[in-house]
């Protein structure tokens, strides 16, 4: 993320050009959600139930389009960060940690 500004209060990316980038406010909080319980693992059950609420079920593929849209703004570095964890789900590694 080197080349990217992550401003998870206002939920945009601002890039090295300068250019300000608003995803989608639900990417957003998938995401602030994963750095928040970073460096743990999360599944995609407590995601759904953390961002859209224990009684609703989205897509079962929602949050997997939603991480291949969140690897796509944040960049070529993305799988530094935002790593699949096989039979988990997703989690969020800050730098310097692999």
Do not use: C
């Not at 995609?44 to 991480?67: A, C, F, H, Q, S």
């Not at 690897?71 to 096989?86: A, K, M, N, W, Y």
């Amino acid at each position: 993320l080197s080349d990217r500004l992550l401003k998870l209060d206002e939920m945009s990316v601002v890039h090295d050009n300068g250019k300000i980038e608003y995803p989608a406010l639900t990417d957003m909080k998938v995401l602030k959600f994963l750095i928040e319980k970073a460096p743990r693992a999360v599944s995609r059950d407590e995601i759904y139930d953390n961002i859209w609420g224990p009684d609703k079920m989205p897509n079962l593929r929602t949050v997997d389009n939603i991480i291949v849209r969140l690897r796509q703004i944040l960049g070529p570095d993305e799988e530094t960060h935002l790593r699949s964890v096989r039979g988990i789900g997703y989690q969020w590694l800050p730098d310097g940690q692999n």
